[in-house]
């Protein structure tokens, strides 16, 4: 074999004997390879974010990415709905980190506004215009504190006291809530932050509260709902007794006919009417002298001696007996008595308790007896009318029975239909969040492989391997030997004597024809 073609077989030495188009693409492969390859570790690696804030005033937003930066913690904020998602690993943290530093403020500060440097000049108008803002900031961050409120504000108006009673008016107060899509708020809840408004105020009256929501409507109605409140309270408080004696029906049942097998329901009619009476009654057989006055009064008179008729008798000495009449005459007696007594009076109010029972009416109904035969199955055994009578008596009892007022029990035996037994719903596999780590992890394994064996593998052989000889026409007049080295493709230093050692010791006669060849060709 020539020089040349040795050369040309050869494989390249280094990356300097690749022709400069070679280089240039290996290069340009080799780069694009391990970009993508740093690219899907950092995908795979890359932590998850959760949410840290959201619905923030750009104030708060503003304050509270500077904080992130400043405090070197990642965050990406959403541009649809501007929340604020920090790693996963990382949320509390940062939240510790934002409230030392009092973020997010939401709707102002409260009474944070009392550790401030005040002016030398400040007025008492300012001073009590800033001690109504700390109020109404802190309202705010009770009231927000409710689920399906989503932000609140509060406006007082609390006129200037008098030290005059007359001349003192009350206060009032106005919030208006912003309420979560979808949330309402129960009329408990709006009696919660009417009183809760009112408490925190001195002198303010529930009735000057005044709640409404971020669609106009009014909350509060303080005039036309007050009996409507009444009848939902007895609503609730009937409800309650309801549930009570079906309750104790209930328990006093289940160990009779089994966990489950028992359903009670109550009506009860219940009389809310407010009764007061008031009676004042007198017992004439039975009285006392309370007081007793006794006057006596006697008077002799000179009148009396000197009357008479005027004319000469009456001028004329009495005789003796004339004398005792005339004296008996003269004196005058009088006695009055006063005698107070006092009657046996009895004074009694009564005001009847509201929410009585008038009337019970119950109904239970009982499942039939399940019964295991001897061959193991299940069938179901009606109770017996023993047992329906022993079950009815006890809940007579329960609930206090009482036929004067019309009240009914009724026990019934039938077969329950038994539901399908319901699986308990599991979250998927796929749900958890480690399925979702690891698979993730993977990706990015199969992507590196797939990447070193699928692009830069077969690039990096294409370069490296050189091409393939041509395949050059069998000259004429030719021999065998000089074709059939044309026509094999050129070989390594290493492989030409391999198969020139095989040849010599299968054939020897053709190895040395071909080296015959070969040195008439040299000469």
């Known amino acids: 074999m020539s020089e040349a073609n040795q050369a040309a077989a050869a494989p390249p030495k280094n990356l300097f004997e690749i022709p400069a188009v070679r280089q240039g693409a290996l290069l340009i492969g080799i780069a694009a390879s391990v970009a993508v390859g740093i690219a899907t570790v950092l995908w795979s690696r890359a932590p998850d974010y959760s949410l840290l804030y959201a619905n923030l005033a750009d104030r708060d937003a503003g304050a509270v990415v500077n904080a992130l930066v400043a405090a070197e913690i ?30 997010p403020r939401g709707s102002g500060m409260g009474f944070e506004l009392i550790g401030e440097e005040k002016g030398l000049g400040v007025s008492q108008f300012m001073e009590n215009a800033r001690y109504q803002h700390m109020l109404e900031t802190e309202l705010v961050r009770t009231i927000s504190n409710l689920r399906p409120v989503q932000s609140a504000r509060v406006h007082l108006a609390m006129p200037k006291q008098s030290v005059f009673v007359r001349d003192r008016r009350p206060g009032s107060a106005s919030v208006m809530v ?36 971020q669609l106009g409507r009014l909350l509060t109605e303080h005039n036309d709902a007050g009996d409507l409140s009444l ?72 009148a ?38 006092e009657v046996d009076r009895t004074v009694s109010h009564t005001r009847q308790q509201t929410g009585t029972i008038r009337r019970l009416s119950v109904a239970v109904i009982v499942d039939h007896r399940q019964v295991v035969a001897e061959d193991g199955t299940v069938s179901a055994e009606p109770l017996a009318a023993e047992e329906i009578e022993r079950m009815t008596a006890l809940a007579r009892e ?15 035996n039938a077969s329950f239909t038994r539901p399908e037994a319901i699986e308990a719903t599991k979250p998927a596999w796929w749900d958890m969040p480690i399925v979702g780590q690891v698979i993730r992890q993977l990706a990015g394994v199969v992507l590196m492989l797939g990447l070193i064996f699928g692009l830069l593998r ?63 060709e040299d000469e």
Do not use: C
Request: glycine share 6%; proline share 7%; net charge negative.
């Open 74 to 103: 990642p965050h990406r904020l959403e541009q649809s709905s501007g929340a604020i998602m920090v790693p996963a690993d990382r949320v509390h943290e940062a939240r510790l980190l934002l409230a030392s530093d009092g973020l």
């Open 178 to 213: 912003q309420l979560y899509p979808g949330r309402r708020l129960e009329d408990a809840q709006v009696s919660s932050i009417v009183n809760l408004v009112a408490s925190s105020i001195p002198d303010l009256e529930p009735g000057e509260v005044t709640v409404v929501d």
């Open 231 to 302: 009848t939902a309270r007895q609503f609730d408080y009937r409800t309650r007794v309801e549930d009570a004696y079906a309750a104790r029906i209930v328990d006093l049942l289940t160990p009779l006919a089994g966990t489950g097998k028992v359903r009670a329901q109550v009506t009860a009619d219940l009389d809310f009417t407010v009764t007061e009476q008031t009676q004042e009654q007198y017992d004439p057989a039975n009285t006392a002298v309370r007081s007793e006055q006794t006057s006596n009064e006697t008077r002799l008179g000179d």
């Open 304 to 341: 009396a001696a000197a009357g008479g008729i005027p004319g000469a008798l009456t001028n004329q000495p009495p005789g003796d007996q004339d004398a005792a009449d005339a004296e008996s005459a003269n004196r005058s007696s009088s006695t009055t008595a006063t005698r107070n007594f």
């Open 398 to 412: 329960a609930i206090g029975f009482d036929a004067a007022r019309g009240d009914s029990v009724s026990v019934i």
């Open 458 to 520: 077969p690039t990096v052989r294409h370069l490296l391997v050189p091409a393939p000889a041509p395949v050059a026409a069998l000259p004429a007049g030719g021999n065998a030997a000089a074709a059939e080295r044309e026509v094999t493709p050129a070989l390594t230093y290493e492989q030409s004597m391999a198969a020139a050692r095989s040849v010599v010791g299968e054939d020897p006669r053709r190895a040395a024809r071909v080296v015959k060849d070969w040195v008439a």
